[in-house]
């Protein structure tokens, strides 16, 4: 055998390292991230305690790719009576009444190159919790599922889904 030099052996030690590390980074996901957000919401008391749907504040879900989180008016279609009281519902209110966003942190997030549709799943017949958790039991939402690709594939291929690359990046 050869001796080998450094020209030879650094290309093949620093491939190493890029796959290496590639896949030492892509071992971590999002899963438990919850931030804080500029108003503490619980899922558990909106759509656990009091059953609200999630279509009722998701309500693009149904017509869109994006769930988005709601209007500050969807809010007050309850808070205009509800736990007015609330420094939370108060601030909710500032917002509204002056006709700004509240800057709500986003927690579910699929790469900016993935076509993902929730009109899609939800037309036909999967629960948001599939995807999301067990959200009626969560006072913070947090992000439950990995959602990278494999977890995709993994649930198309059991429900006999196309995998092809063109029905996410189309």
Known sequence: MRNLTAKQIVPV????????????????SNVGYGPEQPVPF????HAGTNK?????????????????VPAEAVCMNCHRVVRTDRPAIQKLTQY?????VLPWIRVH?????????????IARGFACQQ????VQNMDVIQQSANLKMGYCLDCH??????????????
């Not at 619980?42 to 008391?45: A, C, D, E, Y």
């Not at 509204?96 to 700004?100: D, I, N, S």
């Not at 997030?109 to 799943?121: C, E, I, L, T």
Request: proline letters at 4%.
């Open 131 to 134: 995807c999301h958790g067990q």
């Open 42 to 45: 619980s899922h558990k008391l």
């Open 52 to 68: 609200i749907p999630c279509l009722y504040c998701h309500s693009n879900a149904e017509r869109s790719r994006h769930a988005m």
């Open 13 to 28: 030690v620093l491939i190493l390292l890029v796959l290496g590390g590639w896949s030492f980074l892509d071992s971590f």
């Open 96 to 100: 509204y009444q002056a006709g700004k």
């Open 157 to 170: 291929r059991k429900n006999k889904a196309p995998t092809d690359c063109n029905t996410c990046h189309a």
């Open 109 to 121: 997030r699929v790469p900016d190159y993935v076509y993902f549709s929730h009109q899609w799943h």
